[in-house]
């Protein structure tokens, strides 16, 4: 018993391999996570990216001189309290960083709206909602906004 103290000079093959599969343990879980913040990541770029063009699309259209028809691809603007009323207008493509983003926006003004003065109608205000969305389709970016009517 006291040879086998005396002449310890170094570990053993199995607290060699032992603390082997500890590191490869901890090291794996790590790099899970570095796996998972990269995907993160990327869906939050794609995420800043659409809703961004979606508010610049929106400020565009702000600042742009709409009739009603031009502004509804001539048809009449829907009517915001019946939805199914409500159209799809495709919008424009928008190259950006060797991507095609497809931009849509629905149309609607409030005309229903009994007794009152500054109704969407009487101040020439169309709501707008932008949506665009990413080439694969899994990311969509949405801003509403208001439009005035020449």
Same mark, same amino acid.
């Given at each position: 018993m006291k040879y086998i103290l005396i002449n310890k000079k170094g570990f053993t093959l199995?607290?060699?391999? &032992? !603390?082997? %599969?500890?590191? !490869?343990?901890?090291?794996?879980?790590? %790099?899970?996570?570095?796996?998972q913040s990269n995907r993160v990541a990327f869906f939050n770029n794609e995420k800043l990216i659409v809703t961004n063009l979606a508010d610049a699309v929106l400020g /565009?259209?702000?600042?742009t !001189?709409? =009739? &009603?028809? /031009? #502004?509804g691809n001539n048809e009449p603007i829907a009517n915001c309290s019946? *939805?199914? +009323?409500?159209?799809?207008?495709?919008?424009?493509n928008i190259q950006l960083n060797d991507k095609v983003y497809t931009v849509t926006y629905t149309a609607c003004?409030?005309?229903?709206?009994?007794? %009152?003065?500054?109704?969407?109608?009487? #101040?020439? #205000?169309?709501?707008? +909602?932008?949506?665009? =969305? =990413? *080439?694969?389709?899994? +990311?969509t970016g949405k801003t509403e906004g208001y439009v005035v009517l020449e």
């Amino acid at each position: 018993m006291k040879y086998i103290l005396i002449n310890k000079k170094g570990f053993t093959l199995l607290e060699v391999v &032992a !603390s082997l %599969a500890i590191i !490869s343990i901890i090291l794996l879980s790590f %790099a899970q996570l570095f796996v998972q913040s990269n995907r993160v990541a990327f869906f939050n770029n794609e995420k800043l990216i659409v809703t961004n063009l979606a508010d610049a699309v929106l400020g /565009r259209m702000q600042n742009t !001189s709409y =009739t &009603a028809k /031009r #502004l509804g691809n001539n048809e009449p603007i829907a009517n915001c309290s019946q *939805p199914n +009323t409500l159209k799809k207008l495709s919008g424009e493509n928008i190259q950006l960083n060797d991507k095609v983003y497809t931009v849509t926006y629905t149309a609607c003004q409030n005309s229903n709206i009994k007794n %009152a003065l500054n109704s969407e109608q009487n #101040l020439n #205000l169309v709501r707008v +909602t932008v949506s665009v =969305t =990413t *080439p694969n389709g899994k +990311t969509t970016g949405k801003t509403e906004g208001y439009v005035v009517l020449e």
